[in-house]
């Protein structure tokens, strides 16, 4: 469908609108004075493709949008999230988000470009229904970690690595700078597919947790066009679930209980046996050497180490587990932030939990438009601005390109659907 240039014009001023952004913003966006941008918005002056391009960026819309047969202002995934209280008016947040949206705008491009197929064929979705209470949430969290666990073939083993499995079940994973307060967030529009990203300024142990966490809103929360997780909204009954479930997928209760076992901690200080005869009974009891059973801050230390979470987090899912009492979680919180089990952990050999993760969306993604560049199907300046995008410098893509032979293409512009005039 042709989309005529008045047409156009309404529909850029009605998404940067339903967008919450001005026109100076717009401006800033496009590199040209506020007028040219009013002019633009009122069909007096053309926009070009890289114009339209970069303007789809910002307001959180893909360019077909704008071309469509109908235009809905308030699809904008931008807008879905703005709509949050604890997002307006915080444009750091609303800029990373904006960033985000637009990089999984990006990568579904480039692997329709390729044809490369990402449906999610494993990921299955879990009616949770409407939650009443925390512990309604906690319990749903709990169970579908357990039939996750299972369909997955788990058992009781630790995880491997998060990002991988979401990857394997066809999610779309990427580890991006986010505001310090919002650990990751859940894309679920029909045209991005499905994507998370988890914020790569947090430490390695606390990313593997938010991973889970995302995925738990992958499974529930479907219906959603989108999710936000913050320290702020960690009491919001689908937060609770979410947590509830990345608690107990990494740390399964029986897997816990064998680990404890293997060394000689976590069984009852008394036990009791009976056998029958067929007649009469004959008991028999054991008890253990006073406090030997008790769970002490090396035990975490290893535990932690074992399942691949914080040994706040295990303590903490020791505790609901009723392995620790209310005094001994108290005592062990204490001995962690005096640095007991850093010191430990230390001792042991075992590595540091803010160790760097491995960047697998950013050499996809430059891998995925590089191929896109060699076929012809973007040209130079796209593939400058992609690069740009995930952090790679001009004069390095520059290199890059000199060095693997690629054919130089100065031109700017975007391949666009047919009928864009």
């Known amino acids: 469908m042709s989309i005529q240039q008045e047409e156009l014009a309404r529909r850029l001023r009605e998404a940067r609108e339903a967008a919450g952004l001005k026109q100076e913003d717009a401006a800033r966006q496009l590199k040209v004075s506020r007028s ?17 391009d970069r303007l789809a960026h910002l307001y959180g819309r893909d360019i077909r949008d704008f071309l469509a047969s109908g235009f809905h202002p308030e ?8 709509a949050d209280p604890a997002v307006a008016g915080r444009d750091e947040v609303v800029k990373a988000v904006g960033n985000c949206i637009a990089l999984a705008r990006e990568l579904a491009s480039l692997e329709g470009l390729l044809g490369l197929d990402r449906a999610q064929l494993g990921v299955p979705a879990y009616a949770g229904g409407v939650l009443r209470s925390k512990w309604q949430a906690i319990e749903q969290g709990m169970r579908v970690a357990a039939d996750e666990r299972r369909r997955l073939g788990l058992s009781v083993r630790p995880v491997g690595d998060a990002a991988d499995l979401l990857e394997s079940e066809g999610v779309r994973t990427a580890l991006l700078d986010l505001p310090e307060d919002v650990s990751g967030l859940t894309l679920m529009d029909p045209a991005l597919s499905l994507f998370v990203v988890v914020n790569r300024r947090h430490s390695l142990l606390r990313r593997r947790f938010s991973w889970v966490h995302e995925y738990a809103h992958v499974l529930f929360d479907r219906q959603l066009r989108g999710t936000l997780s913050r320290a702020s909204n960690r009491d919001e009954l689908v937060e609770v679930r979410a947590n509830s479930f990345a608690a107990c997928f990494l740390m399964p209760e029986e897997g816990i209980r064998d680990f404890l076992a293997h060394l000689g901690k976590g069984q009852p200080s008394r036990e009791r046996l009976e056998v029958f005869d067929g007649v009469a009974t004959v008991p028999a009891e054991t008890r253990a050497e006073p406090g030997s059973q008790r769970v002490q801050i090396y035990d975490v230390v290893l535990l932690a180490h074992h399942f691949g979470v914080s040994r706040t987090a295990a303590l903490y899912r020791l505790r609901n587990l009723h392995r620790l009492s209310q005094g001994e979680l108290d005592k062990l919180l204490a001995e962690e932030e005096a640095g007991h089990g850093k010191r430990i952990a230390r001792l042991l050999g075992l590595p540091p939990d803010h160790s760097a ?41 520059a290199a890059i390109l000199e060095g693997d032979g690629f054919v130089e293409d100065e031109g700017s512009a975007v391949l666009l659907p047919e009928g864009f005039e």
């Open 36 to 52: 040219s941008v009013a002019q633009i918005e009122l069909g007096n002056r053309a926009v070009s493709s890289l114009e339209l």
């Open 75 to 82: 699809d904008s995934l931008v807008t879905l999230f703005r």
């Open 357 to 397: 993760g491995r960047e697998e969306f950013r050499s996809r993604f430059l891998g995925l438009a590089l191929e896109a560049y060699r076929r012809e199907k973007i040209t130079r300046g796209k593939l400058r601005e992609l690069a740009v995008s995930v952090g790679v410098s001009g004069d390095d893509l």
